[in-house]
């Protein structure tokens, strides 16, 4: 079917869990606005409002709420650099969004593929993200570290 697999859900959740949930949304939502202003910035170049009652709706909907909820969660976690926790708020932030953005697509679009058959199939991209996304986290701690030990400052 027309879901596309962008790396806009892996961000939409990295940049709260690395920025934290106030600065992490607000980018979000910043995106969100600026795409429905115009700006070609959603899956395949595409941008307006329309594009928020439309069938991607729900998955675009859905990114300030998997951000908030993963932005927030790794800040209960902050005094613990567990990649396993970023790596796992990763993944069930982009699974938030594939939910209720199936909830919305099917909803718009009827698909004759059951709701688990199109997880199922989607879910393989997930994990790449997630793998992907979990690797950056380490490499921006491990930068963020080697900088602020080379000013003298000691790294939260």
């Known amino acids: 079917d027309g879901i596309p697999i962008t790396l806009q859900s892996l961000l939409v959740v990295f940049l709260p869990i690395l920025l934290g949930w106030r600065i992490g949304v607000a980018a979000v939502v910043a995106y969100l606005i600026i795409g429905g202003l115009g700006a ?29 909820l993963a932005g927030y969660a790794m800040e209960q976690f902050q005094n613990t650099k567990s990649v396993l926790i970023g790596a796992l708020l990763l993944f069930a932030g982009q699974f938030i969004i594939l939910g209720l953005g199936l909830f919305w697509y099917r909803a718009i679009i009827p698909v004759e593929e059951s709701m688990l058959a199109s997880v199922e199939r989607l879910l ?22 080697a900088a602020l ?8």
């Open 124 to 145: 393989p991209g997930l994990f790449i993200k997630t793998a992907f996304g979990g690797l950056a986290l380490v490499l921006i701690q491990r930068l963020v570290a």
């Open 40 to 68: 070609p910035v959603f899956s395949y170049g595409t941008y307006g409002w329309d594009r928020f009652t439309g069938s991607s709706g729900g998955f675009l909907l859905a990114f300030p709420i998997a951000g908030l």
């Open 149 to 156: 030990k080379s000013r003298n400052v000691e790294t939260p």
